[in-house]
């Protein structure tokens, strides 16, 4: 049994479909990565697998035990983040909270987790210093240590490179693949055709409709990722 | 100093100060919240629904209190709760509602006011006069009442205001309640906000939330400190300004606010200095 199931799902707003006939298998270890150009509908996806949209039609299940407060989510950045007066320590704790329940304060447990974490992603250094004066690659790495607080099972990350350097890039996806490879399932959102044909294990391309679902080896002599690959590399 | 002291005497000097820390107390901790989530003008917006509603209890001789608070509290949520998804954007129902029902109240209390001088009641509620030195002791238990509440809900609160604050995509697909969470707070701004229009008048509500807020954050640097500080700083402006406004008789809200002033710009060159070394 697949940990994620989607079957026959349509997703859109208000009733009008933008995404139709979805039909993949997320298994347990897996390193998905969901690829299409803007508005192909891959954000309302990844939405939905949060838990945030209902389908319109299909069904998406979830198995081994896997709840809606295990999942781990990188999101993009948004405008209050740039200049939250905040802690890298506060905002990794942060990542918790889903485990807290009516529990006030953390316990001495997931202060530790947090404290893993942020050694694991090498921040815990400047644990103590304010996120708004971070670097973008180190601000996104305290992201993900937050995320990592909040799963064991599945991590979802929405466009984690988004406005980050080369070098910073190759290293947040090397570190991705390290979590993965650690047992922790991953769904990355991205436009980065490139870097999804390196790095992931499965790819799935929509454009309002599923272009293509398979592994990797697959896509890569698949049809859709010459043609998107030609484009792409003259684009980027 | 003596002469200070001396002051103390007076039950109404009492019962302004512990109001006035209190409200202030209340306002700032919230103050964070409300400005780090571009929420700033809904403490203004909110407040002009009070006098509104103010207005209508006036009009029906009713306690103010018992209709500002629900229809204040109504407000809130509907500018808070249901914003994301409503058809006309935050600033512009915090606009619209806000002028609405400055409008409405000013025109009721022209209709059908008894009073002889309406323009200077208008002028109290709006600036708050010498309201807060008139208290009764009833007044400040109820003060004292619901600023306990408000610091509870804080405090058993906290991490939960602080990641919904921080994130709320990530809050809520991680399964925290964040509509929950937003209405809270919603409720607990127009509580605060119907607290203070005691203190220094509708109009001036807005100062006495995003000040204090405002100067912490040129000087600290994690959520903690910047709530603490502000805190701090809110509760000494509200002292400061109480006590001067009561010895050069000047009046009690707009003092308050300039001593807010005063500690802003001082927060701002501080930051500056630390910042450099």
């Known amino acids: ?236 | 100093m003596n002469e200070l002291l001396s002051y103390f005497n007076y039950p109404f000097v009492r019962y302004a100060l512990i109001a006035g820390v209190l409200i202030a107390l209340c306002a700032a901790l919230l103050g964070v919240t409300l400005v780090l989530k571009r929420y700033s003008m809904i403490g203004d917006g909110l407040s002009h629904v009070a006098f509104g509603a103010m207005a209508i209890a006036t009009v029906c001789s009713m306690a103010p209190m018992t209709v500002a608070l629900p229809i204040t509290i109504a407000a809130a949520i509907i500018l808070l709760g249901i914003n994301s998804n409503s058809k006309i954007k935050g600033d512009a129902a915090i606009a619209m509602i806000s002028v609405g029902a400055l409008a409405l109240g000013y025109l009721l209390l022209n209709i059908f006011s008894a009073s002889s001088n309406v323009s200077g009641d208008v002028c109290t509620t709006l600036f708050g006069s010498t309201s807060i030195l008139t208290l009764s002791e009833s007044d400040v238990w109820l003060c004292a009442a619901l600023a306990v509440v408000v610091l509870l809900v804080f405090v058993i609160f906290y991490h939960k205001i602080f990641a919904v604050t921080f994130d709320e995509s990530f809050a809520s697909a991680t399964g925290t309640k964040t509509k929950a969470y937003n209405i809270l707070i919603a409720v607990v701004t127009a509580v605060v906000i119907v607290l203070a229009m005691n203190l220094v008048g509708a109009l001036l509500i807005s100062a006495l939330i995003i000040f204090p807020a405002l100067s912490a954050m040129r000087i600290f640097k994690s959520f903690l400190s910047v709530i603490i500080s502000s805190a701090v700083i809110s509760v000494l402006c509200a002292v400061s300004g109480i006590f001067v406004s009561i010895i050069y008789s000047t009046p009690v809200g707009s003092t308050i606010v300039a001593a807010n002033i005063v500690f802003f710009i001082l927060c701002t060159v501080i930051g500056k200095i630390t910042k450099k070394s």
């Open chain 1, 1 to 236: 049994m697949a940990l994620i199931n989607v079957s026959g799902v349509s997703l859109g707003y208000e009733g009008n479909p933008i995404v139709t006939d979805l039909d993949f298998k997320v298994e347990k270890g897996d390193y998905l990565c969901i690829v299409g150009e803007n508005g192909s509908g891959k954000s309302t996806l990844m939405k939905t697998l949060l838990g945030q949209k209902h389908v319109i039609k299909g069904k998406i299940e979830f198995s081994y035990g896997l709840h809606q407060n295990e999942i781990g989510y990188l999101p993009q950045q948004t405008e209050v983040q740039k200049d939250f007066p905040a802690s890298v320590r506060e905002i990794v704790l942060s990542g918790c909270i889903n485990s807290c329940g009516l529990r006030p304060f953390y316990s001495k447990t997931q202060k530790n987790l947090a404290a893993e974490n942020m050694k694991k992603l090498g921040i815990d250094d400047i644990a103590k210093n304010c996120y708004r004066e971070l670097s973008g690659g180190q601000q996104q790495r305290v992201l993900l240590a937050r995320a990592l607080c909040a799963t064991k099972k599945l991590l979802v990350l929405d466009e984690p490179v988004a406005g980050l350097d080369p070098i910073v890039t190759q290293n947040l996806y090397r570190l991705i693949s390290e979590i993965n490879r650690e047992g922790i399932t991953v769904i990355m959102v991205s436009h980065d055709i490139n870097a999804a044909a390196e790095y992931a294990s499965h790819i799935l391309h929509i454009s309002h409709k599923p272009l293509f679902f398979g592994t990797k080896e697959e896509y890569i002599k698949s049809d859709v990722y010459l043609s998107f690959a030609s484009k792409g590399g003259n684009e980027e």
